[in-house]
């Protein structure tokens, strides 16, 4: 999955703020997404602007007038992953109390004020970053404006307020993750790839520590990262670049900054040398799978062109209906019901690269992996062909263009971005560089980091299964994998 696209869906699917415990972490097929009019070349360089706060606050304006509605999005730059050892889902239960009283409003009126204007809103949290947003008329941008900064400095938390929603982030977890066969091999597949590095840790947090956060975790967690000086806001939309400044200027710019964060210096990954393998059966399951892994650099970490080519060899090797192999083991071969390959390169630290696959009726996953192995090795060996790489990149700029054509998405496209390490430059290059990739470029990708010595397979199977175990039945809609890089709860 693309850079640009992976952070379009990622978040795209939360819509009730504080209301789920976790998100499919599935990637979208780049054949799924909505398809409209516009371009990517009709986003004018120069329609995008951005400009600092004196308390140090990021503004990001992204003008869209086509319809009379604004995306109002705050990105904290911080977290699962920049959490303390032991303190697992602080980032994920903090974002929860954001909606509590302050100082000013009672809990809960901010939600209303926004629900009787047929606004929207949501929160969520990543490994990287937490955000909320309002969808409202231009006319209500202010207010919005109003109730976010003064929750970003006035919150009241108490002992009561904590134990309460502290119990609704542990059920969340217990009816989201722990019955959920496929989010918990998720989190144990999550675990084995990153070794060392804090991407290991689910982002709604460990049960056992969940249930040692309290008041004084919570306390510092605010005063440290949640400062105006941690944080971009973008606002897409109907709007102009002198309106959104002046009223960040009368609402936010009276938010004092109150910590300096610091860098993000987290563990990195040791090499890895070994093959691993993790296995779930559990009577839940009704359709086996199959999901393959390596760890790969995100767009943060690559090196030039690395990234870009590594999008690009997931789109051909498994992107689409038209990708390797899901014409070689869905529709020629028969073996599964479904298969694919995806990217997942938009985290601040190392991203992920997986393939996967279901079988169809009397097929195993045995015969399922070796087929998908064998799109591999041929790649490896003998590379890609002009036209396969010229078409699957047409296909590939032509769904990004499509998810970029709404201003929600915009939003989140640079809100992400911005807060993992990169620059409205990068987005906006983004195209090109996707047009410079060359067929050596897919091969060399593939070649370095896609060894299967290097890897994670896990399957997850019905009760006493096992993978070269036939199924007996036809599953009626086959199910993907659970992906376990970027992934959001709410």
Do not use: C
Not at 101 to 110: I, L, Q, R, V
Not at 146 to 159: G, H, S
Not at 319 to 346: E, F, H, K, M, P
Request: aromatic share 8%.
């Amino acid at each position: 999955m693309s850079f640009i696209l992976s952070r379009a869906l990622a978040v795209f699917v939360l819509v009730g703020a504080s209301t789920l415990a976790a998100v499919s972490f599935v990637p979208a097929r780049a054949d799924t997404v909505p398809q409209t009019a516009k371009a990517i070349e009709t986003t004018n360089k120069d329609d995008v602007s951005s400009f600092h706060l004196d308390n140090g606050l990021e503004v990001v304006v992204i003008p869209d007038h086509r319809a009379p509605v604004v995306t109002h999005m705050m990105w904290y730059h911080v977290g699962s992953a920049d959490e303390e050892p032991g303190k697992s889902g602080i980032a994920h239960f903090f974002e929860h109390l954001m909606f509590k009283a302050t100082k000013t409003y009672p809990a809960g009126e901010f939600s209303r004020k926004v629900a009787e204007i047929g606004g929207q809103e949501n929160a969520f949290t990543s490994y990287d970053y937490t955000a909320f947003y309002q969808q409202v008329a231009p006319s209500a941008l202010e207010m919005v404006m109003t109730y976010e900064a003064d929750r970003m400095e006035n919150l009241i938390l108490n002992d009561d307020v904590v134990k309460t929603e502290r119990d609704v982030v542990l059920e969340e977890r217990r009816s989201r993750t722990d019955s959920n066969p496929s989010a918990l091999l998720a989190e144990e597949v999550n675990a084995t790839l990153y070794q060392n590095h804090p991407y290991r840790m689910p982002v709604i947090g460990w049960l056992h520590e969940m249930q040692q956060l309290n008041l004084k975790d919570a306390l510092a967690f605010y005063v440290k990262y949640y400062t105006p000086n941690n944080a971009t806001l973008v606002v897409s939309g109907d709007v102009d670049l002198a309106t959104v400044k002046a009223l960040a200027e009368k609402t936010y710019g009276k938010v004092p900054r109150r910590a300096e964060p610091g860098k993000r210096e987290r563990p990195q990954e040791p090499e890895q040398n070994t093959k691993r393998t993790v296995s779930l059966a559990d009577p839940r399951v009704s359709q086996p799978s199959f999901q393959k892994m390596w760890l790969a650099p995100s767009y943060t970490s690559a090196k030039p062109g690395e990234a870009e080519a590594l999008d690009l060899l997931s789109e051909i090797l498994g992107g689409s209906n038209r990708s390797r192999i899901y014409q070689s083991l869905v529709i020629t071969d028969g073996t599964a019901a479904s298969a694919g390959a995806y990217y997942q390169g938009g985290s601040l630290d190392t991203g992920s690269f997986g393939v996967y696959g279901s079988p169809r009726g009397t097929a195993t996953l045995t015969e399922v992996e070796a087929g998908i192995d064998a799109q591999i090795a041929s790649i490896i060996k003998d590379g890609v062909t002009e036209d396969e790489l010229e078409k699957a990149r047409n296909r590939f700029l032509k769904s990004v263009i499509f998810a970029r054509d709404s201003q929600a998405g915009m939003a989140r496209i640079y809100g992400s971005t911005l807060s993992t390490g990169q620059t409205i430059q990068d987005i906006q290059e983004w195209p090109d560089r996707i047009r410079a990739v060359k067929v050596q470029d897919i091969q060399t990708v593939a070649q370095r980091y896609l060894v299967d010595s290097r890897s994670v397979t896990s399957y997850l199977m019905p009760e006493d299964g096992k993978p070269d175990q036939k199924s007996d039945k036809e599953p009626a809609e086959a199910q993907q994998p659970e992906a376990p890089a970027e992934g959001a709860v709410q």
